[in-house]
């Protein structure tokens, strides 16, 4: 008898934890290791977001609220939204989740039935499989061109298409490849799903890390039809360094928005409740630490630019926002396991093996460290592409 339930036998753990412990191994173990392994901000929460979280455990806000949140945060979220977004929902439509995570797997849950298809560009963030199988539906995965910056196209779209297509799962600004969807591109995607009833779940999670002048658009803005099938995602994690903290949130159709309510108060219940004033004061506080952040991330993005264009054996697409480079390893004929492995092992650098993104000749590159390990860890990954 197996004491594990059948839909568990489809679902791998994360591959690429192997890579991730081994690196820390050997740093716990003193050697001197250059991570590019990093899927988190190296920034500390601003001081104010803590301020705020310990008044708010001073002044015993210790106990439950309402399952998706306390109304003001619901209503400074809706507030953001409209400003920043250009999208008009009321705070019934806003659910606050346990990381914008938990907010991608209730929207799956609450929309998709075993047998669905849920279409998932290439590379993908590596839970999107993981939380359809989770369901019962089935991911249909679309490979996305380098040449079209790994962003999936219309007509891409339009031939992945089935009787069963249930939803389409979009991330810009993407991780892993740091592309952003202009608005031209939204609107054609929009089209599609609009005349094939897909509903679009689009994690908007790195919204503020973009680069180049590039503005991010929310796909739920081009049209009013856009809205009615879109499950809006982001988080509080990646752009004001709250990973820890567990704080996501949906916007949502009306129905969609109910569902996910029922479903947060019989398996989570609210997110932690002093966490969410922490998240009130990231929304209505100085924005100065974004900008700065931001910079900072630049600076690294296009100092890694300049040296990875230059070395031969490997291909990138300059990214315009999140903070990772995906490098195309696939003139070096080496699997991703295999890349890292050696990487790790010979010339002491992690990196995330493109496998883990549904793209086995490439790896991730984060630039969420400092310029000190980026420039040692380039040196070392140069010697190693051109000794392949
Ligand atoms: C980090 C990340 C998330 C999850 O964010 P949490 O709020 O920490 O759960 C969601 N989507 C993508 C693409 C991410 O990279």
Redesign the pocket.
């Known amino acids: 008898m197996s004491l594990i339930a059948e839909k568990f036998s489809q679902i791998s753990p994360s591959q690429t934890l192997a890579i991730t412990a081994a690196a820390k191994k050997m740093q716990a173990e003193g050697q001197d290791i250059a991570s590019f392994g990093a ?2 901000p190296d920034f500390d929460t601003p001081q104010h977001i803590k301020d705020a979280a310990i008044e708010a455990l001073q002044a015993g806000r210790t106990k439950y609220t309402a399952a998706t949140g306390i109304p003001e945060l619901r209503q400074a979220i809706a507030e953001k939204l409209l400003l920043e977004n250009n999208l008009e929902y009321s705070p019934s439509q806003i659910s606050v989740n ?7 797997y209730n929207a799956i849950l609450a929309c998709c039935d075993p047998g669905d298809e849920v279409v998932i560009p290439a590379p993908y ?1 590596t ?1 999107y499989p993981e939380m359809v199988r989770l369901v019962g539906a089935e991911p249909f995965f679309v490979e996305t061109k380098r040449e079209n910056q790994w962003k999936l196209t219309a007509e891409e779209f339009e031939e992945a298409i089935s009787g069963r297509t249930r939803m389409l799962i979009l ?1 810009s600004p ?2 892993p490849t740091g592309s952003v969807y202009t608005k031209a591109e939204l609107e054609a995607i929009t089209e599609v799903a609009a005349s094939e009833d897909v509903i679009i779940l689009s ?1 908007e ?2 919204e503020k890390l973009v680069y180049n002048g590039r503005k991010h658009v929310s796909i739920a803005s081009v049209s009013e039809e856009a809205k009615n099938l879109t499950i809006t ?1 982001n ?4 752009v004001y360094s709250m ?1 820890g903290w ?3 949130y949906t916007a949502a159709p009306p129905e969609i928005a109910e569902v996910i309510d029922t479903i947060q108060s019989h398996t989570t219940s609210n997110p932690t409740t002093f966490a969410q004033y922490g998240a009130l004061a990231a929304l209505q506080g100085d924005q100065s630490f974004v900008n700065d952040m931001v910079e900072e991330y630049d600076m690294r993005r296009q100092y890694m630019m300049s040296r990875l264009q230059k070395i031969r054996n490997i291909e990138v697409v300059e990214p315009e926002g ?1 903070f990772y480079f995906l490098v195309d390893t696939t003139k070096m004929g080496l699997g991703s396991m295999n890349l890292t492995e050696k990487l790790l092992s010979r010339y002491r650098v992690a990196a995330v093996p493109g496998l883990a993104f549904g793209h086995d000749m490439s790896v991730r590159l984060s630039y969420a460290t400092s310029l000190d390990v980026i420039k040692k860890g380039l040196d070392r990954f140069e010697e190693f592409c051109l000794s392949h």
């Open positions: 899927g988190e346990c990381g914008a995570k938990h907010s991608c963030w839970s991330n993407n991780n994690d999670i790195y995602i988080g509080l994690s990646k990973t567990r704080l996501g999140a």
